[in-house]
């Protein structure tokens, strides 16, 4: 019965042109008040150079890459990208309290692999998109998104990279999927 | 009287112009991210599911929103830009190191294949309780820490190629009007052919509801 259910559940999402209007939308007034677009990676990031700061701040510093990030003003959490993916986190929350889809910790996954599976190949999948996004400066919303949408040569390499690669290596990871 | 409403709106962007001042900065990025992550969980990105689905021919909902948000944006600026609200000269352009950011695509393109997820939909994802959403984002600390490691070994790499803060028209010469006609042409033949794909394939799989 409750598999049933659970198999028989269809989450009501908005319409997808709907969130692309407003989405659209919000990079456009993103950019009119701040001169910049959208961001997630870059939080994330600002977190790595405070953790590495905080555990051994002579070899952060020593660091070629995240020595740029470090300031003696200010933390690096002191950061936009980190206070816009603070919202993040809470719109998310928002939308699940609204549309009901808030439930206790689970692991989404298709049912032809185990939750372990997913997880493994979710870290991997973190490590490849964190480091990428180093490469890519900025990823799926600072740079494909908000890049291509400012008409950046750099936003459209990179979203034409992502979406490519992804179409291209379909086949490689069916198994995860369908 | 229209002019004189045109007037009065200011010319933006507003913080670089010191309209609003940098104080509001912080609220603002909150509101802001408020703003996105309810867009983006409620499009369905907190479901690794839905988004590989995408790339599957199952679901094209990634592939509506985006092309929709950046065709909404790329036009919504060049009005902006005509009727003089923003100066498109104050905007920030992403550098183009193209040889690291194709590379930087291409790895991101495996990431997504794997993981399911892009770092923005992987914090909306822990929002609503998802584990697999909560090691991305631990996947996404490694990676980074495991570049800045690592950073000495390809920073000639990282730093080659650099054309600049380049626009398609800084190096195509061709206007933006034209570039934002075409992805509006491009995303309209993209909805339909997918729409008809989604149909075709859908029909083959049991095990995820729409």
């Keep these: 019965m409750k598999t049933q259910q659970k198999n028989n559940y269809r989450p009501n999402y908005i319409n997808p042109y709907l969130g ?20 997630a990676s870059g ?3 600002s977190t790595v150079v405070t953790t590495a700061n905080a555990i051994s701040p002579t070899l952060a510093k020593a660091n070629d890459y995240l020595g740029k990030f470090i300031s003696s003003d200010h933390s690096p959490m002191y950061n936009w990208l980190v206070f816009e993916s603070l919202g993040i986190f809470l719109g998310g929350l928002l939308s699940g309290i609204i549309f009901h889809r808030i439930r206790k910790p689970w692991v989404e996954h298709s049912p032809k692999i185990t939750s372990k599976t997913r997880l493994i190949f979710a870290l991997l999948g973190g490590i490849f998109f964190g480091a990428g996004s180093q490469f890519g400066r900025g ?40 | 009287m229209d002019l004189i409403t045109l007037k009065n709106i200011k010319m933006g962007p507003l913080i670089p112009n010191g309209i609003i001042t940098g104080d509001w900065n912080f609220v603002i990025a909150i509101l802001v991210g ?25 679901n094209f909902v990634v592939l509506r929103v985006f092309f929709t948000a950046v065709i909404v944006a790329m036009v919504g600026l060049l009005y902006f830009g005509y009727f003089g609200w923003i100066n498109l000269s ?11 950011m194709l590379l930087g695509g291409v790895i991101m393109g495996f990431g997504f294949l794997m993981g399911g997820f892009c770092p923005g939909t ?21 990676g980074i820490f495991m570049f800045s490691e690592s950073f000495p070994l390809f920073k000639d790499f990282y730093n080659s190629g650099n054309l600049g803060h380049v626009t398609l028209t800084d190096v195509t010469g061709i206007s933006a009007s034209w570039f ?11 909805f339909w052919i997918t729409m008809l794909i989604e149909k075709k394939v859908r029909k083959k799989i049991t095990e995820y509801k729409f």
């Excluded at chain 2, 408020?34 to 199952?58: H, K, M």
Aim: proline share 2%; net charge positive; glycine share 14%.
């Design chain 1, 20 to 39: 692309g209007v407003l989405l659209g939308l919000l990079v456009l007034l993103t950019v009119y008040i701040t001169g910049r677009g959208l961001g």
């Design chain 1, 43 to 45: 939080a994330v990031k």
């Design chain 1, 139 to 178: 990823c799926t919303s600072g740079a494909a998104l908000s890049g291509s949408s400012t008409f950046a040569l750099g936003g459209v390499i990179v979203m034409l990279a992502i979406f490519g690669t992804g179409y291209a290596i379909t086949w490689l990871f069916r198994k995860l999927w369908i």
């Design chain 2, 34 to 58: 408020i703003a996105f992550g309810f867009i983006l969980e409620a499009s369905g990105f907190s479901s690794s599911r839905n988004i590989v689905g995408t790339f599957y021919g199952y």
């Design chain 2, 90 to 100: 104050q905007i920030f352009i992403l550098p183009a190191f193209w040889p690291s």
């Design chain 2, 122 to 142: 992987s914090f909306t994802a822990i929002s609503i309780g998802k584990i697999d959403g909560l090691v991305f984002t631990a996947g996404l600390y490694l």
């Design chain 2, 180 to 190: 934002a006609f075409a992805f509006v042409i491009i995303a309209l033949t993209a």
